[in-house]
């Protein structure tokens, strides 16, 4: 049974296959050295009680290209956040072919806070590196959170227990009801909306902002849809969720407040072709079987 609820409260025309989290030839990596998890009490010897201990309720997850400059900004707020929750978290930050200090950036606060791990993520893409981190993951709940914090961190309240539960998939909306945009120019916004109609009419009806990059999947969820994806670029967010569809999870919108961010990494007219582009080819790879079990 599908279920859809709103709640009131780089591009890349590559493709991956899919491969288990177990196999070599998953794209996952990591840095050497990089910081995987501390446990708070004395090991018990067994693996697997050990890896139960040390899961966070919540992954929040950042694939970032060249932000050298918004990552200290970005990772402060959702620290300072994370000190007044009271569930155990972790951030993880996807490198993916930045030129610039973004790993280094990540390197020092990792230093200082066990919680932060990076990994890497190659060739380019948003999705291949958003896919990179849900699946390296280990929280109950696996957030995707942009690097400009256009949604301030304190929404992330809203996609969690006990506010929302009972669902596998729920997505920040810019226009579900109790949502609102700030400082959005009028020719970004008519091309979203286009888009979201093509987006609507050729993958998932029903979906008023399937690109908003603020995302939460439970961990069964997580699995399920990241092992199925196959694109890596920005059309990622439609494939996923059509997919969800297809599987019967139960996706809910979440009105969010948003503010526009001038250093937007996406170009919007050559952007947009290729994003509709992929969800074209959504279509096909369904046809083909693709994501079929």
């Known amino acids: ?5 709103v709640v009131s409260l ?7 296959p899919r491969v288990p989290l177990s196999s070599p030839e998953s794209p996952i990596e990591r840095e050497p050295g990089e910081l995987r998890g501390t446990c708070a009490n004395p090991g018990t010897g067994d693996p697997t009680i050990e890896r139960e201990r040390e899961r966070p309720f919540l992954s929040i997850i950042i694939p970032a290209y ?11 707020a959702i620290l300072d956040y994370l000190a007044t929750q009271n569930y155990p978290a972790e951030i993880i930050v996807v490198e993916n072919g930045s030129t610039d200090r973004t790993a280094e950036v990540v390197r020092e606060f990792a230093k200082e806070h066990p919680n932060i791990r990076l990994l890497t993520s190659s060739p380019r893409g948003k999705g291949l590196a958003v896919r990179t981190g849900m699946l390296a993951a280990r929280g109950a709940y696996r957030f995707l959170c942009d690097a400009d914090l256009s949604m301030p961190i304190e929404e992330l309240g809203k996609f969690l227990p006990p506010t929302l539960d009972d669902y596998q998939v729920a997505i920040g909306s810019r226009e579900a009801p109790g949502a609102r945009r700030y400082g959005e120019p009028t020719y970004r916004h008519i091309m979203g909306r286009v888009f979201n109609w093509l987006v609507k009419l050729v993958a998932v009806p029903g979906l008023e902002d399937t690109q908003a990059g603020f995302k939460c999947f439970t961990a069964e969820a997580a699995q399920e849809l990241f092992t199925r994806q196959t694109m890596i670029g920005f059309g990622f967010d439609v494939e996923v969720l059509f997919i969800a569809r297809k599987l019967g999870y139960r996706i809910v919108e979440v009105p969010i407040q948003w503010y526009y961010k001038t250093e937007s990494r996406v170009d919007p007219l050559r952007d947009t072709w290729r994003m509709f582009r992929e969800v074209v080819h959504v279509r096909w790879n369904d046809f083909k079987g693709v ?3």
């Not at 049974?1 to 609820?5: A, E, K, N, R, V």
């Not at 060249?66 to 402060?76: F, I, V």
Request: net charge negative.
């Open 66 to 76: 060249n932000e050298e400059r918004r990552l200290p900004g970005t990772l402060q």
């Open 10 to 16: 780089e591009p890349s025309n590559h493709e991956f």
């Open 1 to 5: 049974m599908i279920s859809l609820t």
């Open 291 to 293: 994501y079929d079990d």
